[in-house]
Structures are given as C-alpha cells and as structure tokens.
C-alpha cells in the first residue's frame, strides 16, 4: 500500500469539510445570488443533494471493493486499461480544480489585500506548502487541519453573531418571489463544490473504520452547507441581493461592516488568515489525492516522487487556464456545473451499473466485507 498511515472517520469527515467550504465560502454567494437573489440560501441547501448522491455512491463501491482507491477499484470494474483511462479521467479533474484553487487563493490576497504584490509569490507560496504537506502523508494533514477547522469555524460563528446589529431581515424577504426555477438553476454552482466530496472515494481505504465513512460525509456536508448558507443570509440581510450580486468577494464586504464601539474592527484580516489556512488544506488534499492515484495508475512504489512535478503543473495551470478572477466566477458559473455533472453524476454511477451488470448478469462477485 502507497499509504501507510491511518485518519479517524472524524478527521476524514473534518478534511471533506474544510475541503468544502475552503473555497466555496467566497465564490458560491456572488454567483448564486445573482441567479436566485434573496433566496440564494435555498440554492446553497438543493445544491447539497447531488453531494450526498455522490457520498453514497461512492461508499457503495467502497464496501464493494474494499481496501481500494477510486482509481484501483475503477480498474477492477473495467479492467487494467479502460480503467487507468478512467483514473487519468478523474486525475485531470482533481488537477483542473487544484488550479482553479491556487488562482482563487491568488487573486483574493492580490485583489483584496497586496495589489501590488505579483500572483507568483502567492501562488508559489501556497505550492511549497502544499507539496510539503502531501509529502509528509495523510496523518500529517488530517492533524494540521484539526486545528484549523476549529480557527475556520470558530470565525464564521463569531462574526456572524457580531454582524446581527446590521442585519435588515426585509432584505430576505419574500421568499421564492419569482418562483423555484431560478434557484435550481443557482443550486448547479454550490452543487460543484458539495461534488468535492469526490476525495472520499480516495481517503476511505485510509479510515480506521471505513464502514463510517459516509456518516462522517454526510454530517461535512451538512455543516459545510450550513455555515455556507448563514454566510450568505448574513451578507444578503445587509447588503441586500442586488449589493451582494455585485461584489466579488460578500464575505469580506459582509466582515468589514462590523464595528463593535469602534473597537472590534477590521475582521477581514481573520478573514485572510482562516481563508488562507483552509485554502492550504484544500490543497494539500487535492495533491495528495493526485498524486497517490497517479502512482497507482502507474504501479509506482512510492507516491512521493510525484508531488513536486504535478504541484508545479498545477502552478503553470493556475496562470494558463486563468486570466483573473472574473473569468473564474464566469467558469465556475457556466462551465464547471455542466463538466463537474459529468464526472459527479455520470461517470461515477458508471462504475456502479458496470458492477452491478457484472454480478447480476455475468455472476461475478466483488469481495465486499463487513466493515
């Protein structure tokens, strides 16, 4: 096995989480609340569906064929090289939103922060880091995001219930005036991220108890959809849906408006830290997972040679595929729901007909076990 380490349930549950949220917590507001204005939240809660769809597939072909990654058990079903194709598959997809995080991470502190600083001493800075993390194995970051799961969460409660001076509830109302089609629509952009759930077809192999993985999703994904959701009532009860439709980044807008008795202020400095710390761990999961599939595609020993050479490919993506963070919001809002469903809803439940084909009508069986 590439991996020797072992993660709880609970530390598996709390990387989904803040692989989530990391990202999704300055980009989904924007983009759903200039679909489904006032009732962006309702977007945010339907966009969860499809998550946890794809959580129980994926523990499905888990039990399946345990002991095996996505992409070992993707070669089981469809045999050696149709599916390393299909692990190459999903290898360009955990590569293409690696990128699509560094340059988020990069134009946020360039744009909100350090203008005059060049994206490459962000984006480089975040590379090493991350590659450092996924070198040093599952175990080391699981434990670093212990603590920074409880910095993130600790923060959004904290300047949620600061902001409730400044809350204008009329700005939540009505509810579904222009009826649900808008905020099904809106519900495709959250329902990308909430598909990151993806990692959990990689990390249940390395659970101490497999069979709970699912639970452990289920409630990251909930929580992750939660604080989404507040986040986003917050800033549209201050702001107002026309507002938040036009900033970039609502919750650095929504935190700056906090002022305690002109004491407690400037909270978007902790937005930059908890932000940036989330980010890191996003990443660092998204190369490990790259890379330990990578190396089981192509039968490598060792995973770890291959870390450095896709953490640069990811930083040349990150400035190849991207021009500026608007042409991100506009991929993520129209390119990415259609590309993402295709992998989440598509080609993932392919996996399960082909078994279940196989054991039904050719007769074969998988070694699932109780777990």
Known sequence: MLEKGKISPRQSGELLFTTILATSILIV??????????????AIMIGTIPGFVLLGILCWLGRKH????????????????????????????????AATTTRQFSDYLSTAFMPLTPLSVFTLSLIFLSVFAAISGLEIIARMNEFIIL????FLVLVTVLSLPNWEPANLLPVLARGIMPVLRASAT??????????????RPYTTRPGRTFVAGA?????????????????????????????????????????IGDILTRFEVIVMVTWVAGVFIKLSVFLYSTSLGLAQILGLRQYRPVVFPLGIMVAVSSFLFFDNIVVISDAIRLVAPRLYGIYYLVLTPLLVIVTVVREKIFGHKFGEKRQ
Do not use: C
């Open 219 to 259: 409630t990251a994904l909930f929580f992750a959809a939660l604080l989404l959701a507040v986040g986003l009532v917050s800033a549209i009860a201050i702001f107002g849906p026309t507002l938040v439709a036009t900033f970039r980044f609502p919750l650095h807008m929504f935190v700056r408006t906090i002022n």
């Open 66 to 97: 345990p002991a095996q990654t996505l992409f070992q058990y993707a070669e089981t079903i469809l045999g050696k090289w149709p599916g390393k194709f299909f692990g190459l598959l999903y290898i360009w997809l955990l590569l293409q939103t």
């Open 29 to 42: 507001p924007a983009v759903t609340t200039s679909i489904a204005a006032q009732d962006a939240w309702l």
């Open 190 to 203: 959250p329902a990308v991220f909430m598909g990151e759930v993806l990692v959990a077809g990689i990390l």
């Open 151 to 154: 910095l993130v969460t600790s």
